[in-house]
């Protein structure tokens, strides 16, 4: 299946100079998106994962269905502040300052495989404190599945330490 083309570009969004890339589209075309999770689902079941960590708020798009399809527990990565219970708490650099995430305390026990899923590998900087935070809890980064992979970033860098699946690549 030609995934690109439920991909929609927009130029100069948020701001001018990128061109950001839409998965709306694909969100309204039920055959392109079980594909998406089926695909997500054959990595997931090939790197043995036993949990499912979704990126606030595109990998929650995805995460929760997969995590459904494979009989897999679902757990929340969010902005700081967002989760209601202990929880542990990540700084990371983003491109003009800093930012926080947040995983609850109890949300993976000590060795579980997890998988990571987001929308969109750019610099890799949210998907690696995100690795770090699974590691916090003890527990083991078993992959981390995107669906768009902006390759000029050079996110996969950031996640050189984990296996990354990505679907569509755009230069």
């Known amino acids: 299946m030609d995934l690109k083309a439920y991909i929609r570009n927009v130029p100069d969004f948020p701001r001018p100079g990128v061109l950001f890339r839409d998965i709306t589209p694909l969100l309204k075309a039920p055959d392109a998106f079980r594909y998406v999770l089926a695909r997500l689902a054959e990595d997931v079941e090939a790197k043995q994962a036993e949990a499912i960590v979704g990126i606030e708020s595109r990998g929650f798009i995805f995460g929760c269905p997969l995590a459904d399809r494979l009989g897999l527990p679902f757990v929340p990565v969010r902005k700081e502040g967002k989760l209601p219970a202990a929880r542990m708490t990540i700084e990371y650099s983003l491109e003009y300052g ?12 000590p060795g579980t495989r997890a998988y990571i899923v987001d929308d969109l590998l ?14 916090l809890l003890h527990a083991t980064v078993a992959g981390v599945g995107f669906v768009i992979e902006l390759k000029a970033l050079g996110g ?16």
């Open 156 to 171: 996969r860098r950031q996640l050189a330490d984990y296996p990354v699946f990505t679907l569509i690549e755009f230069d």
């Open 98 to 109: 800093e930012s926080r995430l947040d995983i609850h305390a109890d949300a993976l026990e």
């Open 122 to 135: 750019a610099t890799g900087g949210t998907a690696r404190a995100t690795a770090k935070l699974v590691e």
